[in-house]
């Protein structure tokens, strides 16, 4: 008989990556993909608690099965990621729904096969959080649903301690992967057809660091060196551990697409200095003039964090005024989000929520204003972008260029892994339409 499974995913590119981990193992069950909760035998939630929103969003949802669980008693519901690794969090959600029967953190994913025998066997809820044990898992099997783009995790965890920030506590120590696994599973995927590798850490820059392994710059040369038409991009850099070589390897490398996401988070050095993020607005700057005297036309987009608790108004027309000055090519805005058991949650001065509200719209305001200037500046020129999707709404095919840019086009045919000439006619805020040539 069919079994069915249907994974739900909150958060970041790691959850997304993650959960292509958690389908390889279903699959590895004889589960197959279905597209609702409706027909699946199996739901796995997999969270995030990066913000109150998503881990709000996340409990509403569970909720939602409730009524269908009981109407369907062997359906197995699994909810596994970033929020039951909280502490105290798995104890929460069992409480407050009884009816799941599969509980799992970050660091046990890979014994989530065990975890449903144990369930189909025992009938019994399993609940189960580990610590952070440091291990890196290989020989993993993910069944990826991202084509012509797939993910490749090069560090896990995080050793920042952002003050605001709950992923050092969910995702434990910084590791990272070795060079020759990395490197292996990238020469893999090529060799299968796929055309963008994105390399995945929280902070992809400080790769190797407190190892012998290679830095991220060589990381980046020897992937590049992979024969095979693909294009390479990375998330996150941070600015800290931003270097000259990293610089220099993208301008070298033509496989590397020109765009760099490096999350800044506030124009105010008061803040960045209470979000214990270990450069000032000058350091940060000169990171900038760096990647643009090797890369003079790279693409920069940010992290943009307001109402941080004792943000005035003059720190956050800093923050405006670094969004000028830098003129990034998009943002992610974010309204500070208290998250417990972080340093900025036990400080004085938390903003209130109508002075946030009003931050942040005018920061998004600006944003989006540069968005458009820079979308505008495309209009009659042709870019290759790389056709990653359909959007069946627009009915229209979907690709980016190297830095980062969305275009839009019609094609009669299947273009989805193909590298297409985009002559750009209009451009409409943060993306682009245009025609094939
Ligand atoms: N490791 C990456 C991404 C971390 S999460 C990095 O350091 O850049 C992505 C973004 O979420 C962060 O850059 C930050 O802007 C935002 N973020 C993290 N914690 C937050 C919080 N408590 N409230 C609001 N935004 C937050
Ligand atoms: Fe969070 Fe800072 Fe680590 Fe990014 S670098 S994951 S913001 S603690
Ligand atoms: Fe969320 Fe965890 Fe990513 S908290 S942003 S899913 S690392």
């Not at 998503?54 to 909810?79: P, Q, R, T």
């Not at 189909?120 to 189960?128: A, Q």
């Not at 987009?301 to 943000?311: A, C, R, S, Y």
Request: one cysteine or more; aromatic letters at 8%.
């Amino acid at each position: 008989m069919n079994k069915y499974y249907h994974i739900v995913t909150y958060g970041c590119q790691m959850n997304v990556h993650e959960s292509e981990k958690i389908a390889g193992i279903l699959a590895d069950l004889g589960y197959k993909s279905c597209g609702s909760v409706n027909s699946a035998d199996i739901v796995v939630f997999n969270t995030c608690c990066i913000r109150e929103n998503a881990e709000n969003h996340a409990f509403g949802n569970i909720g939602m099965l409730k009524k269908l669980k009981s109407e369907k008693k062997d359906m197995i519901i699994a909810v596994g990621g970033c929020l039951p690794q909280q502490m105290g969090k798995a104890e929460n959600l069992h409480d407050k729904f009884p009816f799941v029967d599969i509980i799992f953190g970050t660091h046990n994913l890979h014994k989530l096969k065990e975890y449903i025998i144990s369930k189909s066997c025992t009938k019994k809820p399993v609940i189960h959080i580990e610590d952070d044990s440091g291990i890196i898992c290989e020989g993993e099997n993910p069944c990826r649903t991202s084509y012509p783009n797939a993910w490749v995790n090069i560090t896990y965890g995080c050793n920042n301690f952002c003050s605001y920030c709950i992923v050092p506590y969910v995702r434990g120590r910084e590791r990272s992967r070795k060079s020759e696994n990395i490197i292996s599973e990238v020469k893999g995927l090529v060799a299968e057809g796929y055309k963008e590798i994105t390399l995945l850490g929280q902070n992809v820059n400080s790769y190797g660091n407190g190892s012998d392994e290679i830095s991220f710059a060589e990381l980046l040369r020897k992937i590049s060196a992979i024969e095979g038409d693909f294009r390479l991009r990375f998330m996150t850099s941070h600015p800290k551990d931003f270097s000259e070589e990293l610089a220099e390897a993208i301008a070298s490398c033509d496989k590397i697409c020109k765009c760099v996401h490096l999350p800044v988070q506030s124009g105010s050095d008061r803040i960045l200095k209470a979000m214990n993020r270990k450069y000032t607005v000058a350091d940060y700057i000169k990171k900038i003039e760096i990647l643009h005297k090797y890369v003079p036309d790279c693409a920069v987009t940010t992290d943009l964090i307001v109402g941080f608790p004792g943000e005035t108004e003059e720190d956050f027309q800093s923050t405006l005024e670094l969004v000028k000055k830098v003129d990034y090519s998009s943002a992610f805005t974010f309204v500070y989000s208290r998250r417990e058991g972080t340093v900025a949650a036990k400080m004085a001065e938390q903003i209130p929520e109508e002075i946030s509200k009003n931050r942040i719209m005018r920061l998004v305001s600006l944003v989006n204003g540069l968005t458009r200037k820079h979308s505008c500046s495309y209009v009659g020129k042709t870019v290759e972008i790389l056709c990653e999707g359909y959007d069946e709404k627009k009915d229209m095919y979907l690709g980016r260029d190297t830095y980062g840019r969305m275009g839009y086009f019609k094609c009669a045919e299947n273009a989805i892994g193909k590298f297409i000439n985009l002559k750009v006619t209009s451009a409409n805020g943060i993306s682009l339409i245009g025609e094939k040539v």
